[in-house]
């Protein structure tokens, strides 16, 4: 009884201490029980074997709840303080240790490989050519370096031996150009911090992270007296049972065994509690408990996307900073959360999310080994989106209407489902009917991504759910992107995106007979790229053909109304330049890919020096230059705008920016033609969101007004 009554005392001690001030909260962990509710179905239908989930904000827990085993064979429950192995969630770490070094001036993420590890000065791509590869792209996956196989990696007792095997291998890419997820750069970056620190990384994290954060749990190696707590893996057969896994960091050995090589991209064991610590440190800026970690600057490095527009991630809508996925539009499994959510996931299915906008910190801890994608397992689903049900969606007033829309659900499924517009495999769609006896508008959602990346999926289920019971159907488009027409060689490449846009509103007016759609009422809406195509379709003249063999190229493309969120309204570089001198966005839409290594600026600056060479382009396809009488009402949301909009002033997210619709509203409004803008501090007076703008021009006589 002795012994259960200590390892009792013990659990509530690490439950107090790493949950802040639980007198505050009647001195119990709260449990939000329809997190438990929903666990518990995932462990009945043996999704997994058991689960610890913990949601907070900087000050207390919100919820802190376990379900189901550790271990089935031995009936082992989750506790507070079970221990899961992380994997990727090693990676924010590893990058945390690397900025702290740049912190102190010993290194910079500028810096090229080879001025630490000089058998870098040996990297060369498949055909021989030399490449110089800095820790900045070690830390956002886009080295292109190869990975190591196993039984490479089952060899090294070291991170430096390591090393050779990592040069030995053909750099994929021109680094910079690409992402792809490499294990060997972040054990790379491992390798460094060892370098410059004169340390062991085990060694240093333990007494310059784990330490002061009070993150005693958190290791490379576990101690006898920890291994009892370790959660075991398990795998789902195909007759859905759940059957023991082995972890494939260990290699067959004990988690106490040190004959095995730390690795940096996934080796770390740790509690939610711990996990809660670190995300905390991060949220503030680089301190806890009255002690700095890191700078503020740093933290933002890290957690802001520095992959411009790549296509990045597991899960649509992303980009990468210094260790982190970052949210770039939510949608799909990060539909309920703010852009900006900063995260990671590791290979057995454990989360952390922070949501910088909400203050909100989501862990998931299970350990599952084969989910078909464990960032988008059904149980981060259920998990994040019964968090945002039972508190409210993310960001509160400051998150995207767009993502409070798509918070709930993922989209419901369409009644009909990858439908071709077009020839390409990007030209389909998904339809989402209104049940009505009478013709209904439609909605179009246009997905952003910078023309680059994203999905129709990011169509979100609330925005379906109200528009059908107001009795209006939704489309939601896929198009060909910027990079497969600079492939095809189709200038200017944004073409592509924009007339594709064009082409399936066409098609869908073709439908309206079989689908039972008004085509006279068709609406549009996106965020960021998918926003800038939707008021370039609602201000471009009609680009119908009514002399065409096509029957689909005779319908219009013209628009009832348009409702956008962080729209890009102009495309001219030295418009955008004049509205926000900090602006570096637009030149891939015409063939100014950024030359690696350098980023954006440069791109933009060879956008903005070769600006009266594509200028009729710019004309052709900037919205700004199409506004004007005559064209349908607008609303233009910007979530994002943290401070007044103002002409010439720099902007923290200029891409993003309010500038952009605040000018295009002065333009329309001189015009007669009804433009409404929204941003934080500055809401519409009539329209909460841009949904319920669409329900009021589409179906006027509705009280969605």
């Known amino acids: 009884m002795s012994r259960f009554v200590n390892r009792l005392v013990l659990v509530c001690l690490i439950v107090f201490s790493a949950c802040g001030n639980l007198k505050a909260q009647n001195s119990t962990p709260p449990e939000l029980p329809a997190v438990r509710k929903v666990m518990e179905q995932?462990?009945?239908?043996?999704?997994?074997?058991?689960?610890?989930?913990?949601?907070?904000?900087?000050?207390?827990v919100v919820h802190?709840?376990?379900?189901?085993?550790?271990?089935?064979?031995?009936?082992?429950?989750?506790?507070?303080?079970?221990?899961?192995w992380i994997a990727s969630m090693t990676k924010p770490i590893t990058a945390t240790a690397v900025m702290m070094l740049q912190d102190e001036g010993k290194l910079s993420i500028e810096d090229p490989v080879s001025k630490y590890i000089p058998e870098f000065e040996k990297l060369?791509?498949?055909?021989?050519?030399?490449?110089?590869?800095?820790?900045?792209?070690?830390?956002?996956?886009?080295?292109?370096?190869?990975?190591?196989?196993?039984?490479?990696?089952?060899?090294?007792?070291?991170?430096?031996?390591?090393?050779?095997?990592?040069?030995?291998?053909?750099?994929?890419?021109?680094?910079?150009?690409?992402?792809?997820?490499?294990?060997?750069?972040?054990?790379?970056?491992?390798?460094?911090?060892?370098?410059?620190?004169?340390?062991?990384?085990p060694d240093f994290l333990a007494h310059r992270v784990f330490e002061p954060l009070g993150m005693k749990d958190t290791t490379f190696y576990l101690t006898e007296e920890q291994l009892p707590r370790l959660a075991t893996s398990y795998s789902r057969n195909a007759a859905k049972e759940l059957e023991p896994a082995e972890n494939r960091i260990l290699y067959g050995k004990s988690p106490t065994s040190r004959d095995r090589f730390p690795a940096a991209?996934?080796?770390?064991?740790?509690?939610?509690?711990?996990?809660?610590?670190?995300?905390?440190?991060?949220?503030?800026?680089?301190?806890?408990?009255?002690?700095?970690?890191?700078?503020?600057?740093?933290?933002?490095?890290m957690t802001t996307i520095q992959t411009d527009d790549l296509k990045t991630g597991f899960t649509p809508g992303n980009g990468w900073g210094i260790g982190w996925c970052v949210v770039r539009e939510p949608q799909g499994v990060t539909a309920m959360m703010g852009a900006g959510t900063h995260g990671h996931g590791g290979a057995y299915g454990t989360q952390a999310w922070i949501d910088p906008k909400a203050k909100r910190i989501y862990i998931l801890?299970?350990?599952?080994?084969?989910?078909?994608?464990?960032?988008?397992?059904?149980?981060?689903r259920g998990f994040q989106a019964t968090v945002a049900e039972a508190l409210g969606t993310s960001s509160s007033a400051n998150s995207s209407p767009a993502a409070k829309a798509k918070a709930a659900r993922p989209a419901p499924r369409p009644t009909l489902a990858n439908v071709p517009y077009g020839d390409h495999p990007r030209q389909v769609l998904d339809f989402y009917q209104a049940e009505s006896k009478d013709p209904t508008p439609l909605v179009v959602f246009i997905h952003g991504g910078g023309?680059?990346?994203?999905?129709?999926?990011?169509?979100?289920?609330?925005?379906?759910?109200?528009?059908?019971?107001?009795?209006?159907?939704?489309?939601?488009?896929?198009?060909?992107?910027?990079?497969?027409?600079?492939?095809?060689?189709?200038?200017?490449?944004?073409?592509?995106?924009?007339?594709?846009?064009?082409?399936?509103?066409q098609f869908l007016r073709s439908k309206s007979g079989e689908w039972n759609?008004?085509?006279?009422?068709?609406?549009?809406?996106?965020?960021?790229?998918?926003?800038?195509?939707?008021?370039?379709l609602a201000f471009h003249d009609d680009m119908a053909q009514p002399e065409s063999k096509d029957p689909v190229a005779r319908e219009s493309t013209r628009l009832t109304c348009a409702a956008v969120i962080g729209a890009q309204t102009s495309l001219d570089p030295k418009q955008l330049r004049v509205w926000m001198p900090n602006m570096k966005y637009g030149g891939h839409a015409f063939g100014f890919r950024k030359p690696a290594p350098q980023g954006r600026d440069s791109e933009f600056q060879r956008f903005y020096d070769h600006r009266e060479e594509v200028l009729p382009w710019i004309k052709e396809y900037s919205p700004f230059e199409h506004a004007g009488a005559g064209d349908p009402p607008i609303f233009l949301d910007y979530p994002a705008q943290n401070k007044p909009a103002v002409v010439g002033e720099e902007q923290r997210d200029p891409t993003?920016?309010?500038?952009?619709?605040?000018?295009?509203?002065?333009?329309?409004?001189?015009?007669?033609?009804?433009?409404?803008?929204?941003?934080?501090?500055?809401?519409?007076?009539?329209?909460?969101?841009?949904?319920?703008?669409?329900?009021?021009?589409?179906?006027?006589?509705?009280?969605?007004?």
């Open 42 to 60: 995932f462990v009945q239908d043996r999704e997994i074997a058991g689960a610890v989930t913990l949601v907070a904000d900087p000050e207390k």
């Open 64 to 84: 802190f709840g376990t379900t189901g085993q550790a271990d089935i064979a031995s009936n082992r429950s989750m506790t507070p303080d079970t221990i899961f």
């Open 124 to 201: 060369r791509t498949k055909d021989g050519k030399p490449v110089k590869v800095t820790l900045r792209h070690l830390l956002t996956h886009t080295s292109g370096m190869g990975d190591i196989s196993s039984d490479e990696a089952k060899s090294c007792k070291t991170l430096a031996e390591a090393i050779p095997l990592f040069v030995e291998k053909p750099v994929q890419f021109e680094p910079g150009t690409k992402w792809q997820y490499c294990q060997s750069s972040i054990n790379t970056a491992g390798r460094i911090v060892e370098i410059v620190s004169g340390e062991l990384l």
């Open 265 to 301: 991209n996934g080796g770390l064991f740790s509690t939610a509690p711990d996990y809660l610590r670190f995300c905390r440190m991060i949220l503030a800026q680089g301190e806890a408990g009255g002690r700095r970690i890191l700078k503020p600057e740093s933290v933002r490095l």
């Open 365 to 380: 801890m299970v350990q599952r080994a084969n989910f078909a994608n464990s960032d988008d397992s059904p149980v981060r």
């Open 451 to 505: 023309w680059v990346n994203g999905d129709k999926s990011g169509v979100g289920s609330a925005n379906v759910d109200r528009l059908r019971k107001e009795g209006i159907s939704v489309a939601a488009i896929n198009y060909r992107f910027t990079t497969q027409a600079d492939e095809a060689g189709i200038r200017p490449p944004v073409k592509w995106p924009l007339e594709d846009a064009a082409r399936a509103i």
């Open 517 to 536: 759609i008004d085509k006279t009422r068709i609406g549009a809406t996106g965020g960021s790229a998918g926003a800038c195509s939707s008021l370039w």
């Open 656 to 705: 993003h920016s309010a500038v952009m619709g605040l000018t295009l509203q002065e333009k329309l409004r001189a015009s007669g033609v009804e433009a409404r803008l929204s941003y934080p501090d500055h809401k519409d007076d009539q329209y909460a969101n841009p949904t319920e703008f669409l329900i009021a021009k589409l179906k006027p006589s509705s009280s969605g007004g």
